[in-house]
C-alpha cells in the first residue's frame, strides 16, 4: 500500500514535469484512477478483515467470560456445599448445657481442605475432631468431605471406636489410605468429652497439639505424643490417650492455617500470640467470644495479605 502511494505521487510530479519542461501531455490520470481503485479495494479488504478479527475476539472474549462464570458458579455451590456438610455447632449443642462450644472453618480459597466435626454419641458423650487435608483447593475439599464422612460413619455405628478414639483413627486410616491414588494425606485430631466426668478421651494423627487453659492462666498443650498423619502409615497402631478438664476450662483446638498465617512481611503469627489472646481472654467469656476474638487478632495481624492456607478453629468448655 505505501508503494502505490508513492507510485501515484510519482506519475502525478512526473506528468507535471514533462508538462513543464517539454510541452508534453501524459495520461497519469488513468493509472492513478486505477491505483486510486485498487487501494480502496485493499482499504475496504483491510477493514473487513480488521472488523472480522475484532468480532472473532469479542466471541472469544465472550466464551470465556461465560465459562469462567460457570466454573465460578459451580466452585461457589461446591463451597456452599462444602460449608453446608460442616455442623453448625452452636445450634445443635443448643440444648447442652453442660457443654459451651463454638466452631469455624475460613478456606483460603472458595473450598478447602480443614474439617471439623461434632455430634453426641449419647446423652452423656460429645465426638468432636478437626483435620486438616495437606493442599488446598478441590482436590483436597473432596478429601475432606471423604475424611470428614467416614469418620463420622465409623463412630456412630462402632462401638469400640466410641470407647477408642484411637481405634477409629486406626480404621480411618485403613480405609481411607485403600483408595488414594493422589498420595494426600490429613492430620487430624479426634476427641470424645464425657460430660458427666469432664474427661476427654483422643488421639492426635499428626495435628497440632491442642490448647488447655483456664482464663487469665498460660495456656499449655495437651500431652501425649503425636503419631502419623492419616495415609501415611497404613498399618500403624494409633493409641488414646486421656486428659481430664477442670469445671470452666477452656479447649482449644485449631489447625496450622491459625498460627502459621502471615502478614505483609511474611512473617508468622506463631503459637506466642496465640497464646496471649487466650491467656487474656476474659474469664466470663464464651466460647463463641473466645473463637471471635482469636479469628479477630489474625484476621489483623495477616491484614492486607491473602490468606495461604485455611483456618479452622474450635473451641470447647465443660461446664459440669
Not at 508513492?6 to 492513478?32: C, E, F, K, M, Q
Not at 466464551?63 to 466452585?75: D, S, T, Y
Not at 460429645?126 to 471423604?146: H, N, R
Not at 497404613?234 to 489447625?255: I, W
Amino acid at each position: 500500500m505505501p508503494l502505490m502511494l508513492l507510485a501515484t505521487v510519482l506519475l502525478a510530479i512526473g506528468g507535471v514535469a514533462a508538462y513543464a519542461n517539454a510541452h508534453r501531455l501524459i495520461d497519469v490520470v488513468s493509472p492513478i484512477s486505477i491505483f486510486v481503485v485498487m487501494f480502496g479495494f485493499m482499504l475496504a479488504n483491510l477493514l473487513i478483515r480488521e472488523e472480522m478479527q475484532r468480532k472473532a475476539l469479542e466471541s472469544d472474549l465472550q466464551l470465556q467470560r461465560e465459562q469462567a462464570a460457570k466454573a465460578r458458579g459451580e466452585m461457589e455451590a461446591a463451597r456452599r456445599i462444602q460449608l453446608g456438610i460442616l455442623p453448625d455447632v452452636e445450634s445443635q449443642f443448643l440444648r447442652e448445657s453442660r457443654l459451651d462450644i463454638a466452631a469455624r472453618m475460613e478456606p483460603a480459597r472458595l473450598v478447602g481442605g480443614d474439617l471439623y466435626d461434632c455430634f453426641m454419641l449419647d446423652e452423656h458423650r460429645a465426638f468432636f475432631a478437626i483435620g486438616d487435608v495437606c493442599g488446598k483447593g478441590v482436590p483436597a475439599s473432596l478429601f475432606m468431605v471423604i475424611s470428614k464422612t467416614l469418620c463420622k460413619s465409623l463412630a456412630l455405628r462402632d462401638e469400640a471406636a466410641q470407647v477408642d478414639p484411637g481405634a477409629l483413627m486406626r480404621r480411618a486410616n485403613l480405609e481411607i489410605s485403600r483408595d488414594n491414588p493422589e498420595m494426600l494425606f490429613v492430620t487430624a485430631f479426634i476427641g470424645v468429652l464425657d460430660l458427666r466426668t469432664g474427661e476427654v478421651s483422643y488421639c492426635n494423627a499428626g495435628h497440632d497439639r491442642p490448647l488447655v487453659f483456664v482464663p487469665g492462666s498460660a495456656p499449655r498443650e495437651l500431652g501425649g505424643a503425636r503419631a502419623p498423619a492419616i495415609c501415611v502409615a497404613e498399618d500403624f497402631e494409633y493409641r488414646m490417650h486421656r486428659q481430664q478438664l477442670t469445671a470452666g476450662e477452656f479447649l482449644c483446638v485449631f489447625t496450622d492455617g491459625v498460627t502459621e498465617a502471615e502478614n505483609l512481611a511474611q512473617e508468622q503469627y506463631g503459637k506466642a500470640r496465640l497464646d496471649s489472646v487466650l491467656s487474656g481472654i476474659d474469664p466470663g467469656a464464651t466460647a463463641r467470644e473466645l473463637l471471635d476474638a482469636v479469628c479477630a487478632s489474625v484476621h489483623a495481624f495477616a491484614a492486607g495479605r491473602e490468606p495461604s492456607d485455611d483456618l479452622t478453629l474450635m473451641v470447647l468448655r465443660w461446664k459440669p
